[in-house]
């Protein structure tokens, strides 16, 4: 009797500690796919890319990358919310993800419900620049320029929408001013039409205006974060003469909806790992990206509060796309 009590016993025991088939699966135990949903080049797939070859090295398997590039990231986005919720799709998207829900009349996939956000990987930061001709050698002086000629100052953008045209539309809403917004197709025309004064002013990311700073084609008046950057410490920030502004962007990752919390949970520490590496860190610092890793729970956060504010800045700026 004793011997069968034990079997029982050892039997309960094996049933306890062996996990079930699906808790077992170690993960990532094959390849998984990163969707990148700009083309190559831009600072998302840069990001990306430098990103996610560590997390590779860090779990041991292939994160392989695949641009689907299209439609201001959402044939990517489409992709990736009809993906199995396994861990094996990830995105790379940036805040572009919640400024199309307030730019286009219609989306085939809900932001907000269709996508876990797994963690932020880079903040972006914009600097508002001149024209070397233009006579403003100050953010405050700028200001006063502008007020003095209303309508009559000219600001280029990366097209309807951007980061680059909504976060001077901020600015201007918030400094009462009333200038006039040239949308180019792309940050590289736009950049180029401020080096050749056909435009007088831009709000661009720091990244994209680096070539025209060292050559000194562009003259820099303020950041778009709360506080100056480590990068340019002499360049103040915008909200040092305009109170109260900040308008930074973001790279980040995200699984489809009904991915697993252990693998969400797997994945940002990866992540997070990657993010803190020295090497890494120097990678994006050398781009003007800063390292950026949240929680889920507060990139959750992050991305609503975004949304809601997008949807007030979408409106001041009185951009949309059919």
Not at 136 to 162: D, M, Q
């Amino acid at each position: 009797m004793k011997s069968a009590i034990q079997c029982v016993c050892a039997a309960l025991a094996t049933l306890l500690v062996a996990p079930l088939p699906a808790i077992a699966q170690k993960y990532p135990d094959k390849a998984v796919r990163v969707v990148i949903v700009f083309p190559p080049g831009g600072s998302n797939d840069v990001v990306g890319r430098i990103v996610f070859q560590k997390v590779s090295e860090i779990m041991g398997q292939q994160f392989v990358i695949d641009n689907r590039g299209g439609a201001a990231g959402q044939i990517g986005s489409e992709i990736v919310a009809q993906s199995p919720a396994d861990g094996y799709t990830v995105m790379v998207q940036s805040t572009t993800h919640v400024a199309n829900a307030h730019l286009y009349k219609k989306l085939n996939y809900d932001v907000l419900k269709d996508f876990i956000g797994v963690t932020t990987l880079a903040r972006q930061v914009g600097m508002l620049v001149v024209h070397p001709s233009l006579p403003a050698k100050t953010g405050r002086e700028f200001i006063a320029l502008a007020k003095k000629r209303p309508g009559e100052l000219v600001y280029g953008s990366a097209g309807n929408g951007s980061f680059v045209h909504l976060s001077m539309a901020l600015m201007a809403s918030m400094s009462n001013l009333k200038m006039i917004h040239v949308p180019y197709k792309g940050g590289g025309p736009a950049g180029t039409a401020i080096v050749g004064g056909e435009t007088q002013a831009m709000l661009a990311t720091i990244g994209s205006l680096t070539p025209h700073l060292k050559s000194q084609r562009v003259r820099p008046l303020g950041v778009s974060s709360d506080k100056r950057t480590t990068q340019f410490p002499d360049v103040p920030a915008i909200a040092e003469f305009v109170p109260g502004y900040e308008f930074t962007a973001w790279v980040g990752t995200f699984v489809p909806a009904g991915t697993p919390k252990a693998i969400v949970g797997s994945l940002n520490a990866a992540l997070g790992k990657a993010l803190a590496d020295p090497g890494v860190a120097s990678k994006l610092s050398a781009q003007t990206l800063d390292p950026l890793h949240m929680t889920p729970e507060e990139f959750a956060a992050r991305i609503k509060s975004d949304y809601d504010k997008y949807e007030k800045v979408v409106k001041i700026s009185g951009a949309k796309v059919d």
